[in-house]
């Protein structure tokens, strides 16, 4: 890496992506289930192609799948992405993918492979990687085993138990110099392709590279079983949040319950306005063109007038910069009422309001909702309620109004 933050390598990508996902026992292949809208290996993909200096995606998969793909690729944006027909097994599809990087990249110096299923790779990892491939011939990362490996023999009897200090759980991503696994895959033999799994060992039996295994972080690991998935869901929404905060002026204590509520969750404000400036005089002061989740606080709504103008605040608020991507815009409506005042009143206009925002606004990739409460109740259990939306921000919800009594 330069100091001005470039590669002084050629880097590309293969993903194998063929697998059923048997393990799943679900209709569809697992790097195909949706996860905020979205497929699980459109999150991969958009940790590899949001880095600058890799040049290329090659993505390998069954027949049935590469319109899927393709379609994908461009409602992402993803151009550097390409879809090709993988093989039967893994080695046969990263082998494939392997040569078709090559003629789409001539003089690559790295190819990193990765699995589609391992969508929370971080850069960091990325590159140590690709410059430890890059000086040595190969690299990848592993993590400690958590449970004792043991053999038995076909009588289901114990034969043999491993020490786990002197053994690792092999990960992903793994890189290597092109010349290195292009030479360890021309000399593979049927066997290798049928039932082999590891690229590493590859290159040291057939080109005599020995890889050097970097010790990896905690998020390396892959979606096999439905369990894993729900947890994949929630730590990829929470880790592309980014929060504002703004109209809570008058309500210190509510903006300090819904921060509170957000750190315990692992979450931080992206940026806190206390004022009722729009989203486009706040980027005069600061930069929050990153932010995808807006809390809008609305106090003191004591009549049918305030509620009408609603919309056109919304309006307003409304972001400038493109579409995330991989997460929708979400804003939350947070409607005080004032004491005194009936706030079942108010239920049916706000309501009829939010579903009319949601449906103007689907589109375009934006979810609305609304928490309706008294300017008296306990700002803890309106800070739950702004919380809970924003962690589970469902698509098939956006439009309605919860009510904190």
Not at 39 to 56: G, M, N, R, S, V
Request: with cysteine.
């Amino acid at each position: 890496m330069t100091n001005n933050g470039e590669m002084k390598m050629r880097v590309g990508v293969v993903l194998p992506a063929a697998g059923c996902g048997e393990r799943m026992n679900m209709p569809m292949p697992k790097q195909f289930y949706e996860i905020n809208g979205r497929p699980l290996i459109a999150y991969t993909i958009d940790c590899f192609h949001k880095i600058q200096w890799i040049e290329h995606i090659v993505i390998s998969t069954c027949m049935d799948h590469i319109d899927m793909l393709k379609d994908m690729a461009s409602r992402f944006g993803f151009g550097k992405v390409s879809v090709i027909h993988g093989g039967l097994t893994r080695h046969q599809s990263i082998h494939l993918g392997l040569k078709s990087l090559q003629h789409i990249c001539n003089n690559l110096d790295v190819v990193i492979v990765h699995d589609a299923v391992r969508p929370l790779v971080s850069s960091d990892v990325i590159q140590k990687v690709a410059e430890m491939a890059h000086l040595h011939g190969a690299a990848g990362v592993c993590r400690p085993l958590i449970s004792t490996v043991i053999a038995r023999n076909e009588d289901q009897k114990l034969v043999e138990s491993l020490d786990r200090t002197r053994y690792v759980a092999s990960e992903m991503p793994q890189g290597f110099q092109t010349s290195v696994i292009s030479a360890a895959y021309d000399k593979c033999t049927s066997e290798d392709f049928d039932h082999g799994t590891e690229c590493l060992l590859l290159a040291m039996k057939y080109v005599g590279v020995h890889g050097i295994i970097l010790d990896g972080s905690p998020d390396l690991w892959k979606v096999t079983y439905k369990k894993d998935l729900y947890a994949a869901e929630s730590v990829l929404r929470e880790r592309m949040l980014r929060i504002v905060l703004t109209g809570c002026k008058n309500h210190p204590d509510l903006a300090g319950s819904i921060r509170e509520e957000l750190e315990s969750c692992h979450l931080k404000i992206f940026e806190h306005h206390s004022s009722s400036k729009t989203l486009s005089e706040m980027g005069d002061d600061v930069d929050v063109s990153g932010a995808n989740t807006f809390i809008m606080v609305h106090s003191e709504v004591t009549s049918m007038d305030t509620v009408n103008k609603v919309y056109a605040v919304h309006s307003q608020f409304l972001p400038s910069w493109p579409h995330p991507g991989m997460i929708d815009f979400t804003f939350i409506h947070v409607f005080l009422v004032s004491e005194g005042e009936n706030i079942l009143k108010y239920q049916t206009a706000l309501s009829q309001i939010l579903m009319k925002m949601a449906a103007d606004s689907q589109d375009n990739g934006i979810l609305v909702f609304g928490v309706l409460a008294l300017e008296n109740n306990p700002v803890s259990k309106v800070g739950k309620m702004v919380s809970s939306l924003v962690r589970r921000a469902v698509p098939e919800f956006s439009g309605q109004l919860y009510l904190v009594l």
